[in-house]
RNA sequence: GCCGGGGUGGGGUAAUGGUAUCCUUGGGGACUGUGGAUCCCUUGACCCGGGUUCAAUUCCCGGUCCCGGCCCCA
């Protein structure tokens, strides 16, 4: 028997609902806010992605070659694809440009709760805008598709990383030191900095600032402990700007950093507590397109939402999902009224009742039992008793109860009930 | 890439160095239109490969997959 490739998925009929169900909450909250969706290639030239990230991200790229001899990979995100079909053939579009997505991604890594070599990813950017009210627009959008989702329990998290970037490179020359050093912010191995110093005899009072800072962390009232400068003034306006969004439980983290070095300015990111080591369901940030690709500055900001995990996240918050696939089950009571079943069904079908009818020529009470098992709400039984004054038995699945119908009145009087 | 814990019918389980229990589900029949019942029949499993052994599902090794953790990320 043929496996299915580790880290992959299969999804049935019921979880599929579920995802579709939560994938139209957030494209739609999308929409409201005026993004247009778009749809890229699965796979694109290595090039793309090796370009913009280190070599991390392409140890664990999906790379072949492919019969053109052309290095191709699978995409491990879906940002590189949108600013790629932006400078392609976007880049005379009127600002800003409000773009999302909604596509699989694919990264070799060793799967665990929460991760997989094939996942779902849905993001926004918004390209060609500089100003915190646009970075406020992103995060109020990343924060109303995961409302959309009906997701509960989640955290918010705000910082901007010029505020340490700037710092850092401003007291430190040495640039591998300078990069160093936000790596270890970002692990939070504060240790490690210190000792870093220590060795380079770098003045413990500068560590004692970078500590100060990665480390403010609490609501909006923290930034008025910062120093002034560009990057907290930005950032105050921009949690202005969320409470006039009506987006007021963000959380201050200046300790943000985000592994990837084409983040410039704001960062945030949105963690659901319930799902332990892999508790990130977003992350996103403001960028300039010109250090991806050498063209001329243009700002963007954006986020991507990893969908599985936030399906793991409520399904942790909401285990029990009621959901049928038929609303009507129509079952002959005899043989003879297999054909007038049918037709009954295609009656309801057009009607835009979800119907079904039996195709195994099953006896009355295996159809019900059926009827049962698939959830059906109601039964229409089709007998030859009714058939005579043009009629069928309409029996509720859930009381027992059930009446007589014409059958002129069928459609209607079950779209009344659903 | 690394580190743990696991793989018995579709799902859940029991036992075992001599190929397997029970429940559930699926299919069929009885029941000749309400028995969503009951009864009967039936399909269906020891992850893969190698080793030890007369004999391996069981013991050993390797692989693979699942679960969880590290790294990194969504």
Redo the contacts with the bound molecule.
């Keep these: 028997?043929i496996?299915?490739?580790?880290?992959?998925?299969d999804f049935g009929p019921k979880e599929m609902h579920r995802r579709r169900t939560v994938e139209q909450a957030m494209r739609a909250a999308c929409a409201r806010a005026g993004f247009g969706e778009v749809m890229t290639p699965t796979f694109e030239h290595a090039d793309l992605f090796t370009l913009r990230s280190?070599q991390?991200?392409i140890?664990?790229m999906y790379a072949f070659r492919d019969k053109g001899d052309r290095e191709m990979a699978l995409r491990?995100?879906i940002?590189a694809s949108v600013i790629r079909f932006y400078v392609n053939e976007m880049s005379n579009l009127p600002k800003p440009l409000k773009l999302y997505y909604l596509g699989n991604?694919f990264?070799?890594?060793?799967?665990?709760?929460?991760?997989?070599?094939e996942?779902?990813?849905l993001g926004a950017e918004l390209i060609g805008s500089k100003n915190p009210e646009s970075d406020a627009e992103i995060i109020a959008l990343a924060v109303n598709c995961v409302k959309a989702s009906g997701l509960k329990d989640y955290v918010v998290r705000v910082g901007h990383i010029g505020i340490l970037k700037s710092l850092v490179q401003a007291e430190i020359d040495d640039k591998k030191a300078a990069a160093e050093v936000l790596?270890m912010i970002?692990?939070e191995?504060f240790d490690a900095i210190g000792d870093m110093f220590d060795a380079r005899a770098i003045p413990r009072k500068l560590f004692d600032r970078i500590l100060a800072i990665a480390e403010t962390r609490g609501g909006s009232e923290v930034l008025e402990r910062l120093d002034k400068s560009e990057a907290s003034d930005y950032l105050r306006e921009i949690f202005v700007n969320l409470k006039l969004h009506g987006i007021d439980d963000c959380q201050v983290d200046l300790g943000i950093?985000?592994?990837?070095d084409y983040y410039t300015g704001m960062v945030f990111?949105?963690d659901a507590p319930c799902?332990?080591?892999?508790?990130?369901?977003?992350?996103?940030g403001s960028y300039t397109l010109s250090e991806l690709f050498g063209g001329e500055p243009v700002f963007s900001t954006g986020?991507?939402?990893?969908?599985?995990?936030?399906m793991?996240a409520l399904f942790k918050e909401q285990p029990e999902d009621e959901y049928s696939l038929v609303d009507a089950y129509v079952i002959p009571?005899?043989d003879d009224?297999r054909e007038h079943a049918i037709s009954m069904v295609a009656g309801l079908r057009s009607a835009g009742i979800r119907a079904d009818v039996d195709l195994?020529?099953?006896?009355?009470?295996?159809?019900?039992?059926?009827?049962?098992?698939i959830?059906?709400r109601y039964?229409i039984?089709?007998?030859?008793?009714?058939?005579?004054e043009q009629s069928?038995?309409l029996?509720?699945?859930?009381?027992?109860?059930?009446r007589i119908i014409a059958i002129e009145q069928i459609s209607e009087e079950i779209t009344k009930l659903l």
């Design positions: 028997m496996q299915r490739p580790r880290g992959t998925r280190g991390a991200v140890d664990e491990p995100e940002t991604c990264r070799y890594e060793n799967p665990q709760s929460g991760r997989f070599r996942f779902f990813q790596r970002d692990k191995d950093v985000r592994g990837l990111e949105i799902l332990g080591a892999e508790k990130q369901i977003m992350g996103g986020f991507a939402i990893g969908i599985d995990r936030v793991l009571a005899k009224m195994m020529r099953r006896s009355m009470s295996k159809n019900l039992k059926y009827a049962s098992a959830g059906a039964a039984i089709v007998g030859s008793k009714e058939m005579a069928v038995t029996r509720d699945m859930l009381s027992g109860d059930q």
